[in-house]
T-cell receptor, first 113, second 117 residues
Framework: QKEVEQDPGPLSVPEGAIVSLNCTYSNSAFQYFMWYRQYSRKGPELLMYTYSSGNKEDGRFTAQVDKSSKYISLFIRDSQPSDSATYLCAMIAGGTSYGKLTFGQGTILTVHP | GAGVSQSPRYKVAKRGQDVALRCDPISGHVSLFWYQQALGQGPEFLTYFQNEAQLDKSGLPSDRFFAERPEGSVSTLKIQRTQQEDSAVYLC???????????????FGPGTRLLVL
């Protein structure tokens, strides 16, 4: 079983919808939680970063971390066709000497006009 | 400023050939990571450099994989005697300094798409 599990989708929603993306994890040492967006044939780009539990909001994006349930979420409000991409959750264990990322499988999102 | 660049963007190799993949990190970034992304999967860690020192190579799949960063800037990932299972996208990422842990953002290059026939 992988340390980080993510539903690969694909997920298809109409423009303006609220999108919910989720990951679960098994390693209780994970302390840093990120969401990356990856467009086709491009490298991942950081969307959201959260340390430990809690919520973080940035424009249309909200990241939530529930360490007690080992569950993280990304919400996208008022989704746009330009949000169509693969969304990857990623985590870093605390106490490591550097920031090695452990990724989920990625969820493919399509927002249609 | 310029981001992380990788070359070549695409590489087709016959099984058994050696390949070399190049990564140019963002100027001034001391930390450099290599990841392997199979089709439909998330990236998986291969190796990590702090300046020229390779501090973790635990993710390299076999001894056919070798990475170096001799002057603490450009890095090369070499795969000897390529196999079909090596087909993947190889991503390079750099950060300002990840030696203190998870707080630094990693910036990814576009990747090299390797196809082994």
């Amino acid at each position: 079983q992988k340390e980080v599990e993510q539903d690969p989708g694909p997920l298809s929603v109409p423009e303006g919808a609220i999108v919910s993306l989720n990951c679960t994890y098994s390693n209780s040492a994970f302390q840093y939680f990120m969401w990356y967006r990856q467009y086709s044939r491009k490298g991942p780009e950081l969307l959201m970063y959260t340390y430990s539990s809690g919520n973080k909001e940035d424009g249309r994006f909200t990241a939530q971390v529930d360490k007690s349930s080992k569950y993280i979420s990304l919400f996208i409000r008022d989704s746009q066709p330009s949000d169509s991409a693969t969304y990857l959750c990623a985590m870093i264990a605390g106490g490591t000497s550097y920031g090695k990322l452990t990724f989920g499988q990625g969820t493919i999102l399509t927002v249609h006009p | 400023g310029a981001g992380v660049s990788q070359s070549p963007r695409y590489k087709v190799a016959k099984r058994g050939q050696d390949v070399a993949l190049r990564c140019d990190p963002i100027s001034g970034h001391v930390s450099l990571f290599w990841y392997q992304q199979a089709l439909g999967q998330g990236p998986e860690f291969l190796t990590y450099f702090q300046n020229e020192a390779q501090l973790d190579k635990s993710g390299l799949p076999s001894d056919r994989f070798f990475a170096e960063r001799p002057e603490g800037s450009v890095s090369t990932l070499k795969i000897q005697r390529t196999q079909q299972e090596d087909s993947a996208v190889y991503l390079c990422a750099s950060s300002l300094d990840s030696s203190s842990g998870g707080g630094e953002t990693q910036y990814f290059g576009p990747g090299t798409r390797l196809l082994v026939l």
